[in-house]
């Protein structure tokens, strides 16, 4: 059933399924909870009526994943609060600023201590705000209608049903709108159940320990996953997805005889636009119910779809400059094939344009170039050169002369000029991608 709004999904889970789990948690002490639709039904219903009596518009949703949070997070919607997405991960330095900049007048489900604002902006009461990944410029606060993540859930099902004896455990931040989506909205919706993983020193056991039977990757969790064996026997079905994937990981997992999907959305987009399910190509999409996909003469992936954006919080110039007559421009450079599955080859933003007019795609370059210097590297410019990063205590000697034996492959205006080593890991997202952005901070 397609709902619109968060209630709808609730009220649905204790008409169709009151007796099934709807949420499975464990406790400080090592004790496993369930939670039935019917429970959550009533948890959420009566947080709702009590945060309706609250003067407050906007709340902050802040923390790990708990039960806890997820029924705040429905009541406060539910209840007309702006709720904006907090990742507890950043330092309290930047939480304060975005505090303030968004007007957060409560912290969900509890406050750690932070300062809320004191300025009462109205605007967007009931929806959500999520942050973009911020790889190529800084933050932006996208607006999310209930509808538009709602349905974002339906087009999962749609293309990747999941049943109702599932478990899909939830160890993405759901801050971050494919954790949201894939490990909360999409469960919930469809009967099955959300498992709250218990954080990153349990990401090996949280399969077995809850059985689950779906996983929800980004890469770099997925790998993780494959080399300490945290796939459980459970598992019938990998969903990975936020960043770039190789094929050679995509392949380990078929390997084990688990069904694998690649799948694309943004943030602007509530998550899902396509994904893999009908090709031996992993990354051959198929396109998302209602999802209509153009192709700019520069290769730009151009999107509508009905989970689409109200637009980026406060900033209509820039939301202007991405999203036009309903038509969002991504930043993704990709092609359809003659089935009409979405291809991506790159990002528009991870092409540097050097002095000499040349195009430099720096994934492709970094991959080239990890080979010999691991993945801890990142290409930008630095003082008009093209600049080489290396992070995380690179070996310096081992640096330069793969640069150098790079470069001799080059012709001279397209060389790497300069090289960085910061000294720690780089700037990246709470998906891996690299803030390319942020590396200009190092000289």
């Known amino acids: 059933m397609k709902c619109e709004r968060f209630a709808e999904i609730i009220e649905q889970g204790k008409r169709r399924w009151p007796k099934r789990p709807a949420v499975i948690y464990t406790e400080p002490g090592g004790e496993q909870k369930k939670i039935s639709y019917s429970r959550l039904e009533e948890l959420v219903f009566s947080r709702c009526e009590a945060l309706k ?217 509530a998550s899902g636009l396509a994904i893999s399910v009908g090709s031996d190509d992993p990354f051959a999409m198929d396109l998302c119910p209602d999802t209509r996909i153009m192709i700019s003469e520069e290769g730009e992936v151009l999107v509508q779809t009905p989970c689409m954006m109200e637009g980026y919080w406060k900033r209509p110039e820039e939301t202007a400059q991405v999203l036009s007559d309903g038509m969002l421009h991504t930043g993704d450079l990709g092609y359809l094939d003659e089935e009409g599955r979405l291809h991506l080859t790159g990002r528009k933003n991870d092409v540097l344009v050097l002095a000499s007019g040349v195009k430099i795609c720096t994934p492709e370059w970094e991959a080239r170039l990890s080979k010999n210097l691991g993945p801890e590297i990142a290409l930008g410019v630095s003082e008009g050169k093209l600049t080489l990063f290396a992070g995380d205590n690179a070996d310096r000697e081992l640096v330069l002369k793969t640069v150098d034996e790079f470069n001799e492959t080059q012709p001279i205006p397209n060389r790497i000029g300069k090289v960085i080593i910061t000294g720690n890991k780089l700037p990246r997202t709470a998906t891996g991608k690299i803030r390319r952005w942020k590396l200009e901070e190092y000289k």
């Open 53 to 269: 009596q609250d003067p407050s518009v906007c709340v902050g949703m802040y923390g790990t994943s708990s039960l806890s949070w997820i029924v705040d997070f429905f009541a406060a919607a539910m209840a007309s609060k702006r709720v904006v997405l907090l990742d507890s991960s950043q330092s309290d330095e930047v939480t304060q600023a975005l505090i303030e900049e968004y007007a957060v007048e409560k912290i969900l489900p509890e406050n750690p201590g932070l300062q809320l604002s004191e300025k009462r902006e109205p605007g967007y009461e009931g929806y959500v705000l999520v942050f973009t990944s911020g790889t190529t410029a800084a933050n932006k606060a996208v607006v999310l209608s209930q509808r538009a993540l709602s349905y974002s859930a339906w087009n999962g099902q749609a293309m990747l049903p999941c049943r109702e004896e599932d478990v899909i455990v939830g160890m993405l931040p759901m801050n971050h709108v494919f954790g949201l989506v894939c490990t909360l909205l999409w469960p919930l919706s469809n009967g099955a159940c959300a498992a709250i993983g218990r954080g990153m020193r349990y990401y090996g056991e949280d399969a077995e320990a809850y059985g689950a039977t779906i996983l929800v990757c980004v890469p770099t969790l997925l790998n993780y996953l494959c080399a300490v064996k945290g796939i459980a026997g459970s598992v019938h079905t990998v969903l990975v997805g936020a960043a770039p994937c190789s094929e050679q990981l995509l392949n380990e997992v078929r390997a084990m005889g688990r069904r694998i999907s690649f799948g694309y959305g943004l943030s602007e987009t």
